[in-house]
């Protein structure tokens, strides 16, 4: 979905640990990259990262928007699955836009409503089970606020963007076990960040404990499998 053609300079909002800003540069020779995060570690693992290859490759910490990326100084912005709350994923958003310079393209990809039900039922028998009505509320809310592809549209045009084009890639990830899904980097370093922002909770150790041993208890003969509707939107800066 990138536009063809020769280098860019790309800010990536929510890079993580930089993937995939080496790869992009590659295919791209002469691209400049510029990643920021809030996360200091995968940051940090980022930098170690690209000082492995000869590239234009940046990295910063970043844990509020605006960040201090310069205002209409690249031509394309990226986000990647960005662990926020509703309310933050307008500001997110908000920062592309202001970011890219006059017809520069950005390129979100996030899970629309429909992922992940398997662990949203898992969390809403753990409220059941466990007498927990407020946060079987709050898993009901973060389920209704994950965006549809129409809703996704709406907010990016919402924040300023134009020319909107949204793909829905369906899929589904297959883990062995309960442990394998916990150790998993999706779930650890994406999955787990995104159920914390969207129940605006910062300790979920026992509903996620519960989760493992159910996928161990119900899925004892078979893999357990995870349903993802990925949207992959592409639009522009007027």
């Not at 989760?211 to 499998?225: C, K, L």
């Given at each position: 979905?990138?536009?063809?053609?020769?280098?860019?300079?790309?800010?990536?909002?929510?890079?993580?640990?930089?993937?995939?800003?080496?790869?992009?540069?590659?295919?791209r020779p002469g691209s400049e990259v510029v990643g920021v995060d809030a996360n200091e570690p995968a940051i940090e693992l980022a930098?170690?990262?690209?000082?492995?290859?000869?590239?234009?490759?940046?990295?910063?910490?970043?844990?509020?928007?605006?960040?201090?990326?310069?205002?209409?100084?690249?031509?394309?912005?990226?986000?990647?699955?960005?662990?926020?709350?509703?309310?933050?994923?307008?500001?997110?958003?908000?920062?592309?836009?202001?970011?890219?310079?006059?017809?520069?393209?950005a390129l979100v990809a996030l899970p629309l409503r429909g992922s992940f039900i398997e662990i949203d039922d898992l969390l809403r028998?753990?409220?059941?089970?466990?007498?927990?009505?407020?946060?079987?509320?709050?898993?009901?809310?973060?389920?209704?606020?994950?965006?549809?592809?129409?809703?996704?549209?709406?907010?990016?045009?919402?924040?300023?963007?134009?020319?909107?084009?949204?793909?829905?890639?369906?899929?589904?990830?297959?883990?062995?076990?309960?442990?394998?899904?916990?150790?998993?980097?999706?779930?650890?370093?994406?999955?787990?960040?995104?159920?914390?922002?969207?129940?605006?909770?910062?300790?979920?150790?026992?509903?996620?404990?519960?989760?493992?041993?159910?996928?161990?208890?119900?899925?004892?003969?078979?893999?357990?499998?995870?349903?993802?509707?990925?949207?992959?939107?592409?639009?522009?800066?007027?």
């Open positions: 979905m990138v536009l063809a053609g020769g280098p860019i300079r790309l800010a990536h909002i929510g890079c993580r640990t930089g993937y995939p800003d080496r790869q992009l540069v590659t295919l930098r170690n990262k690209a000082r492995a290859q000869d590239a234009e490759l940046e990295y910063q910490v970043a844990t509020t928007f605006p960040t201090e990326l310069p205002s209409g100084a690249f031509s394309h912005c990226l986000t990647l699955h960005p662990t926020v709350s509703p309310r933050q994923r307008v500001l997110l958003l908000r920062e592309l836009q202001r970011v890219l310079y006059p017809g520069g393209q028998e753990y409220a059941l089970k466990h007498d927990q009505g407020d946060f079987g509320k709050r898993v009901e809310a973060a389920v209704d606020a994950r965006p549809s592809l129409e809703s996704l549209e709406e907010e990016l045009e919402a924040a300023g963007l134009e020319d909107v084009d949204i793909e829905v890639r369906q899929t589904q990830l297959a883990f062995d076990s309960g442990r394998a899904f916990a150790e998993d980097p999706v779930t650890r370093l994406m999955l787990v960040p995104e159920l914390e922002a969207e129940l605006e909770l910062e300790q979920l150790s026992a509903p996620l404990r519960y989760v493992y041993d159910a996928i161990d208890r119900y899925w004892s003969e078979a893999r357990f499998e995870l349903t993802l509707n990925i949207g992959c939107a592409s639009a522009r800066r007027p």
